[in-house]
């Protein structure tokens, strides 16, 4: 499985980026689909999730609102839409891929077997 994520950037406070994950290796619309984030010096956390056939979604409350997540099975792709970005939202975004077609797990690192390589989102002030 390769998961290549981007769209990461430099934005000001208050701006959007949207990044995309690109999945192949498996059948995609079989599995659900996580973000993640690690901001330096801190643990990776989860930011959002969505179950194989997009019907679910799940969100951290610090992102609640602002972003959405949303794949296109077609494309065997996964997006983020960022909206009203903070600087606290500075991180390196990781795509990764559950084990199965929803997990009750979803906020959990050891939950995903699989991993994109990450793509640095930088919200400036």
């Known amino acids: 499985v390769q998961l290549q994520a981007s769209g990461g950037g430099l934005v000001q406070a208050g701006g959007s980026l949207r990044l995309s994950c690109a999945a192949s290796g498996r059948t995609f619309n079989n599995y659900a689909m996580g973000w993640f984030r690690q901001a330096p010096g801190k643990e990776r956390e989860f930011v959002a999730y969505i179950m194989s056939t997009g019907r679910r979604t799940n969100y951290a409350d610090s992102v609640k609102g602002r972003f959405t997540i949303s794949r296109d099975n077609a494309k065997n792709t996964v997006y983020l839409e960022m909206n009203s970005l903070k600087p606290e939202d500075t991180a390196v975004y990781y795509c990764?891929?559950?084990?199965?077609?929803?997990?009750?797990?979803?906020?959990?690192?050891?939950?995903?077997?699989?991993w994109g390589q990450g793509t640095q989102v930088t919200v400036s002030s």
């Open positions: 990764a891929q559950d084990k199965n077609s929803y997990s009750g797990r979803y906020d959990e690192v050891t939950n995903y077997p699989y």
